[in-house]
């Protein structure tokens, strides 16, 4: 695990440790420790810890005036256990939301596994969305399946092109707009709410 790198190609366009409305304003990272892990397996230092011992992120980019950030996540995501929705909500997207943000692209390709508790916090976080929707972005099918099996799947918006979407040739503002209008890859624009 300690060679995947959380997406670097808009590292010239967008830096949360130089974003001051960023949770992680100011954090430095040393390439040559390894000193973050998820159980037994080290991770690469550019993810960013917030509070879950199993879960990292990395805020790839945010844009205030259209109201939207791209996410990344990796590890594995434990409501049950280590009430990770809590310290990822409390801790990376309120910081956020203060700002004006409510559209949320998660990329959870490298989330292994997902172990759900209670939804207060998923409910919490599309009440005060307004108008804004949270979309999950190549999620492993296990993952999206065990996310439909507890109901947390309707706190997101969902389509069967965002499970294989090919995103990384896209910048973060067209990633957006392909995701927002639907163009090319989906059959209908989707809607502006989480539901």
């Given at each position: 695990?300690?060679?995947?790198?959380?997406?670097?190609?808009?590292?010239?366009?967008?830096?949360?440790?130089e974003d001051p409305n960023s949770p992680f304003y100011g954090r430095e990272y040393n390439?040559?420790?390894?000193?973050?892990?998820?159980?037994?397996?080290?991770?690469?230092?550019?993810?960013?810890?917030?509070?879950?011992?199993?879960?990292?992120?990395?805020?790839?980019?945010?844009?205030?005036?259209?109201?939207?950030?791209?996410?990344?996540?990796?590890?594995?995501?434990?409501?049950?256990?280590?009430n990770d929705i809590m310290f990822f909500k409390r801790d990376v997207i309120e910081?956020?939301?203060?700002?004006?943000?409510?559209?949320?692209?998660?990329?959870?390709?490298?989330?292994?596994?997902?172990?759900?508790?209670?939804?207060?916090?998923?409910?919490?976080?599309?009440?005060?969305?307004?108008?804004?929707?949270?979309?999950?972005?190549?999620?492993?099918?296990?993952?999206?399946?065990?996310?439909?099996?507890?109901?947390?799947?309707?706190?997101?918006?969902?389509?069967?092109?965002?499970?294989?979407?090919?995103?990384?040739?896209?910048?973060?503002?067209?990633?957006?707009?392909?995701?927002?209008?639907?163009?090319?890859?989906?059959?209908?624009?989707?809607?502006?709410?989480?539901?």
């Amino acid at each position: 695990m300690h060679t995947i790198e959380p997406y670097f190609n808009w590292r010239n366009l967008y830096l949360s440790a130089e974003d001051p409305n960023s949770p992680f304003y100011g954090r430095e990272y040393n390439e040559f420790e390894f000193s973050n892990q998820i159980y037994d397996h080290i991770i690469h230092p550019q993810w960013d810890f917030f509070g879950s011992p199993t879960m990292y992120a990395k805020i790839l980019y945010v844009e205030y005036d259209e109201r939207f950030a791209i996410i990344e996540l990796i590890g594995e995501w434990n409501d049950c256990i280590h009430n990770d929705i809590m310290f990822f909500k409390r801790d990376v997207i309120e910081p956020i939301m203060k700002r004006g943000v409510n559209q949320f692209i998660i990329i959870g390709e490298n989330v292994l596994n997902f172990h759900a508790s209670d939804d207060c916090y998923y409910e919490e976080w599309e009440e005060e969305l307004q108008g804004g929707w949270i979309i999950p972005l190549n999620f492993q099918a296990h993952v999206l399946k065990e996310f439909e099996h507890t109901g947390i799947s309707r706190y997101f918006f969902t389509h069967e092109s965002f499970n294989d979407f090919p995103w990384r040739p896209f910048r973060p503002l067209q990633l957006y707009q392909k995701l927002l209008l639907g163009i090319e890859y989906l059959g209908e624009p989707p809607m502006l709410i989480s539901r």
